[in-house]
């Protein structure tokens, strides 16, 4: 993943999905808005508890600096459920000047109509994009600790298998900027929750140094799914950016006592002339 200065703000590019001319995507920074406080700068998540005159100024901020238009990006009313929806044409547009009018209960997005941006907002969970080539699919989903054990990723690519036909050794994916296996502490709850719902946890949890702590490992759960999938494993790229230790680049709800603003990975097929 590299960054990249567009004058006013900074994105993030995953190089795998870099290569692809008929894609665009990136991962917003805290860089070049004008939210205030624990909100500063480029806050674009209207449920926070910013002004949403604000948000609104931040969206377009940073879609102008993109050269994309606000009104293409769909988003979801997130909830760290493992519902996946279907965005066509009525779709578009969804949620990108007010939450009320976001895709209700929801955690991923699939699409293959061109000129519509799915948008993800995080804030230590783990922003996923992923695309097939073959079948000129794309997604983008949400996937905290909660998100993985109800198996999100699992079914974003389910959904893509059966609604478009992709075949998973296809897919291409990026993990993006999230809280890393370096800060991600939680409690017996989440451990236990965990047992329940995974089994085997080996992979995912271990001991904190903090007695009756553990630390869940977001980015190794959310690429085990992946791969038990069958994307291949060179075809799925980890930022390996942790967002509680880059707390001043990316919003990280942990290093803010949970009051701060949202960052936002997006992910667009464009308009050709074959379509
Ligand atoms: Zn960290």
């Known amino acids: 993943m590299q960054s990249k200065d567009l004058g006013e703000t900074t994105v993030f590019l995953f190089d795998n999905l870099a290569q692809f001319d008929n894609l665009r995507h990136f991962v917003s ?12 700068a480029l ?13 609104l100024q931040n969206r ?29 044409d009525t779709g578009r547009g969804r949620g990108a000047m007010e939450k009320e009018s976001a895709l209700p209960h929801t955690d991923g997005m699939v699409s293959n109509v061109p000129d519509i941006c799915l948008g ?19 997604a983008s989903l949400h996937a905290g600790w909660r ?17 478009y036909g992709s075949r998973a050794e296809n897919i291409y994916a990026g993990l993006g900027p999230s809280a890393g296996p370096c800060c991600y502490e939680v409690g017996g709850d989440v451990y236990r929750e965990a047992r329940m719902a995974l089994g085997s946890v080996k992979k995912v949890i271990k001991s904190a140094k903090t007695p009756g702590k553990y630390i869940f490992d977001q980015w ?20 390996g950016i942790c967002s ?29 002339r074959q379509y």
Not at 29 to 40: H, K, N, Q, V
Not at 222 to 237: C, S, T
């Open 120 to 138: 993800v907002q995080v804030a230590d969970c783990v922003p996923v994009l992923v695309y097939d080539p073959v079948q000129k699919v794309i």
């Open 43 to 55: 806050n674009i998540g209207f449920h926070v508890g910013d002004d949403n005159f604000r948000v």
């Open 220 to 239: 190794a759960a959310n690429k085990e799914q992946l791969m038990d999938a069958g994307v291949p494993e060179d075809h799925i790229e980890l930022a």
């Open 60 to 88: 377009r901020i940073l879609t102008d600096a993109l050269g994309l238009d606000l009104l293409k990006f769909t988003f979801a009313d997130q909830c760290h459920s493992a519902n996946v929806a279907v965005v066509n």
């Open 244 to 272: 509680q230790c880059e707390e001043q680049t990316f919003f990280s709800s942990r290093a803010n006592q949970g009051m701060t603003g949202r960052f936002m990975a997006g992910i667009m097929l464009k308009k050709t």
């Open 147 to 163: 998100g993985s054990l109800r198996r999100i990723v699992s079914e974003t690519i389910g959904k893509m298998i059966q609604q």
């Open 29 to 40: 920074t805290r860089r070049g808005g004008i939210s205030d406080r624990c909100f500063a």
